[in-house]
């Protein structure tokens, strides 16, 4: 029998037994569908984290004590208590660092305009502004001057100035941080959440004033530098480490961790990239399991149509063209159900896009491998039944009841 | 005249657990072309068994069958299903038609499954339903006919791929005398245009229709004679 002709025969059988037909489709289009949506939202995420760790800069380092952990987390211990605003001037002369900002944090209560705010005071130098590539709206950013003199001024946020003036212009006014009273001077322009953090709720200080009047130490959590080129960063963070293992005793290259943005991102999408294949594998059993549901179907289909096998027998089908009735039909079922979970799939990420509010990205590519596997799926479970289809004895089939 | 079919010393032995029924105890028949042979005997007598041999869906045990000067004994299962495609056409008793199926695509069948032969399959099967006075009633489904015309639809595709030789196990037996007759006189217009028949009854009235009858008992052969008019 020719294909057409067989691809009608399974058609038909199938239209024959809609509710069934479609029961045992919901495996494939469920499985389908999930395989899809989950790689899309996969791929939503890691296209978020890269598009959020770039919005940071490309050419930006982070410096750290503490040697990195398997885990990809920067331990911790003792050797923290290393970094000094001294190592700044340090590093500040190694050719092709553009900018290099301290970075101290203290968390504390702000107080002042219409009511309080909890916050995390991020003292810095007016470098970081270049490093972050971040402007301000309004006032000015503080000066060496204030950093040299510990000033009592700040720059806030757009969420910070939001929640304590709102529509009230918040530069010159004068609020507290713990018991320090600081005078506003600059407000940072709107950047918007980044990896479920809200950047603009940050108060900038000046580092010497986050160091010396609020936390009392004369130890920096972090240095940021910005390189001139994204092509010269492996070699400056070369020369940072050698500077800095220099100027320490007792350290070595393991007591520091310079780590570029791309590393960063590198490892934050692998990350999530191994989520994203987990979690297809997970929605792939499914459609493994819609598979069994399709063969135990076909079995079913073989048995009551036993009669209808011996009597194509009786007229010259031979075991080739049997095989390939059943096999088609559990074709044309599986990839049938692929295709409804295909469309399936495009509406739930519309709707997850446009309504949940889910980035979810839509793969052509798995569309295609999603229709391929469950066509394979087809083959694979429909081949027993087939098989045994194609067996049978012409003359038992013809006498079964 | 041209032998078609030749048995020699078919043996078919059934075994059900510890049961062994000896089917066909050592046939031996020879069927010119254009013969028109009655099969009759007790039930049980292997009349069934024989037809299934020489239908080429059931191999013997032993023994020798020559279908149109070829040996069947021993073929693999391809070439007897395309033995039964192009060389012989069913009519079983209980119409053996595919349900909700179309008179025009069961006849149709036949054609879809025979190889290296293109033709067009409507027009050919409109055409053998023609010739068993089914013109008419093409689109009907089997449960739409009744006994007589689903047996005409049987016997359409019996012929639609214009094998040499026709087999009939019992095919008026769930039909009324007057269907019986009917359908009786195609199968001499079969044979009077060539066709080689082979039918199995139990009605002496039908068998009267041949030119030849063999009787069966016990899985032999005990009588062979020309029907007498
Ligand atoms: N598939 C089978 N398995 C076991 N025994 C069988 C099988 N087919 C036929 N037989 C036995 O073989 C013998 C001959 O059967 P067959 O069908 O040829 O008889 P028959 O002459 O056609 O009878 P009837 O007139 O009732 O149709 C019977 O005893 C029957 O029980
Ligand atoms: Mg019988």
Request: aromatic share 4%; glycine share 10%.
């Amino acid at each position: 029998m020719r294909t057409s002709g067989l691809i009608k025969t399974a058609c038909k059988s199938i239209l024959r037994n809609r509710v069934r037909s479609f029961l045992t489709m919901l495996g494939i289009i469920i499985g389908v569908a999930s395989v899809i949506v989950m790689v899309a939202i996969g791929e939503g995420a890691q296209l978020q984290i890269r598009q959020q760790i770039e919005a940071m800069g490309t050419n930006v380092l982070t410096v750290r004590a503490g040697s990195m952990s398997a885990r990809g987390g920067v331990r911790t211990n003792v050797a923290r208590r290393i970094l000094t605003l001294q190592d700044i001037e340090r590093l500040r002369v190694l050719p092709g660092i553009v900018a290099i900002s301290p970075v101290s944090r203290a968390s504390g209560r702000i107080v002042g305009g219409i009511g309080n705010w909890q916050t995390t005071a991020m003292g810095v130098t007016d470098d970081f502004l270049v490093i972050r590539d971040w402007e301000l709206d309004d006032g000015v950013m503080f000066t060496d001057q204030d950093i040299r003199s510990a000033g009592k001024v700040a720059v806030i946020g757009k969420t910070v100035a939001d929640e304590l003036f709102p529509n009230i212009d918040p530069i010159g006014a004068s609020v507290r941080i713990g018991t320090m009273p600081v005078r506003i001077i600059g407000l940072l322009r709107e950047r918007g959440q980044n990896m479920g953090d809200d950047q603009d709720d940050i108060v900038l200080l000046p580092v010497t004033t986050v160091m010396q009047r609020m936390s009392g130490t004369r130890f920096i959590d972090q240095i940021m530098i910005s390189t001139e080129t994204m092509d010269i960063i492996p070699d400056v963070q070369g020369a940072v480490l050698a500077t800095l293992v220099a100027s320490h005793r007792g350290t070595n290259e393991d007591s520091f961790n310079v780590r570029s943005q791309s590393e960063i991102m590198e490892r934050a999408t692998e990350t999530s990239r191994t989520m994203t294949a987990l979690l297809a594998a997970i929605a792939g059993v499914s459609l493994v399991v819609g598979g069994i549901g399709i063969m135990n179907i076909m079995l079913v289909s073989v048995t009551e149509r036993t009669r209808e096998i011996g009597i194509r027998m009786a007229v010259g089908a031979r075991e080739r063209d049997i095989l390939m009735q059943f096999l088609i039909e559990s074709i044309v079922l599986s990839v049938m159900g692929g295709v409804i979970g295909v469309a399936l799939s495009v509406v739930l990420i519309y709707v997850m896009n446009d309504v949940a509010g889910i980035a979810a990205v839509f793969e052509p590519a798995t569309v295609l491998m999603s229709l391929a596997f469950s066509g394979f799926v087809g083959v694979f479970f429909g081949f027993y039944p087939a098989r045994k289809a194609a067996r049978l004895n012409p003359i038992q089939a013809l006498r079964f009841e | 005249m041209k032998t078609l079919i030749k048995l020699t010393s078919i043996v078919k032995t059934y075994r059900m657990g510890d049961v062994i029924v000896n089917a066909l105890r050592g046939v031996d028949v020879v069927i010119n072309e254009g013969e028109f042979v009655a099969v009759m005997g007790a039930s049980g007598s292997g009349k069934s068994t024989m037809m299934n041999v020489i239908g080429c869906l059931d191999l013997p045990d032993s023994g020798s069958f020559m279908l149109d000067g070829k040996e069947v004994f021993g073929m693999n299962r391809r070439n007897l299903a395309d033995l039964r495609n192009t060389k012989i056409g069913f009519v079983f008793q209980n119409f053996s038609l595919l349900a909700r199926t179309t008179a025009l695509e069961n006849v149709e069948l036949p054609m879809h499954y025979r190889h290296g032969k293109k033709m067009d399959y409507r027009a050919a099967a409109r055409a053998a339903l023609e010739k068993v006075g089914l013109g008419e009633r093409l689109d009907h489904m089997p449960n739409q006919l009744s006994g007589g015309q689903q047996q005409r639809v049987a016997i359409a595709r019996a012929i639609v791929n214009d094998p040499p030789l026709i087999l009939a196990d019992e095919p008026t037996g769930a039909l009324d005398t007057q269907t019986s007759a009917e359908v009786m006189q195609l199968f001499i217009d079969l044979n009077n245009n060539g066709k080689t028949i082979v039918l199995v009854t139990h009605e002496p009235e039908i068998a009267a229709y041949a030119k030849r009858l063999i009787r069966m008992r016990d899985g032999l052969i005990i009588s062979d004679e020309p029907v007498v008019k």
